[in-house]
């Protein structure tokens, strides 16, 4: 079966930096996307990795590696608003997209 | 504001009873999708459109039916509620079904089945 994994919860210190991990097994591999969701709001995109490497936008970076099936999220400079669920999701070879459970970062004063 | 609107926002709903939840996009984009989302799962896809005129099923598309008669709207219709399909629904869409394009998500629809 397809599966991703990521920590359902996190928690981090305002000002600090925080690696959120996800491991994925799926059939093929097409690419693979980060999204941050508020609480009772809807997902919104953050990043798209396709090559192995390091995506790097603003204060989030996205890393990929597909021969190890494992992609991270690191973000820079946590600032409250940051509190939210990322979700991490893995496009198959039939082009669907399968989504972990997400992650909870809780950011602290 | 260009966009994806969900109709209702929340809705109760007696088990048995027929409900259609309302998606429309204003961005041209021609694949769109419908997911559930239920605490501690990931989001889980309904059912799909990649064009205006097609439609396919999704990894939980029982006790659900979709329609696109035009690239604009995409409504998801339960025929009879039943208490497991109480969840937040979200209506997405992207560009192009299989590139890069991110998805761009509605507000969703909280729907509860009694």
């Known amino acids: 079966g397809q599966n991703i994994d990521q920590p359902t919860e996190m928690t981090a210190t305002e000002g600090a930096i925080v690696q959120i991990n996800c491991t994925y097994q799926?059939?093929?591999?097409?690419?693979l996307f980060w999204y941050q969701q508020h609480a009772g709001e809807a997902p919104t995109f953050l990043s798209y990795n396709v090559l192995d490497g390091l995506e790097e936008k603003g204060r989030f970076s996205s890393f990929l590696s597909r021969s190890k099936g494992y992609s991270y999220l690191l973000l820079k400079e946590l600032q409250m608003k940051d509190s939210a669920s990322y979700l991490c999701a893995v496009r198959d070879s039939n082009y669907q997209l399968i989504w972990g459970a997400g992650t909870k970062l809780i950011i602290k004063p | 504001i260009a966009g994806i609107t969900q109709a209702p926002t929340s809705q109760i709903l007696a088990a048995g009873r027929r409900m259609t939840l309302r998606c429309t996009q204003d961005m041209r984009h021609n694949a769109m999708y419908w997911y559930r989302q239920d605490l501690g799962l990931g989001l889980r896809l309904i059912h799909y459109?990649?064009?205006?005129?097609?439609?396919g099923k999704g990894e939980v598309p029982d006790g659900y039916s979709v329609s696109r008669a035009n690239t604009d709207d995409f409504p998801l219709t339960l025929a009879s509620a039943v208490p497991s399909q109480t969840s937040v629904y979200f209506c997405?869409?992207?560009?192009?079904?299989?590139?890069?394009?991110?998805?761009?998500f509605g507000n969703g629809t909280r729907l509860t089945v009694t």
């Open positions: 459109s990649n064009t205006a005129g097609t439609t």
């Open positions: 799926t059939s093929g591999f097409n690419g």
């Open positions: 997405a869409s992207s560009a192009e079904p299989a590139d890069s394009s991110p998805l761009h």
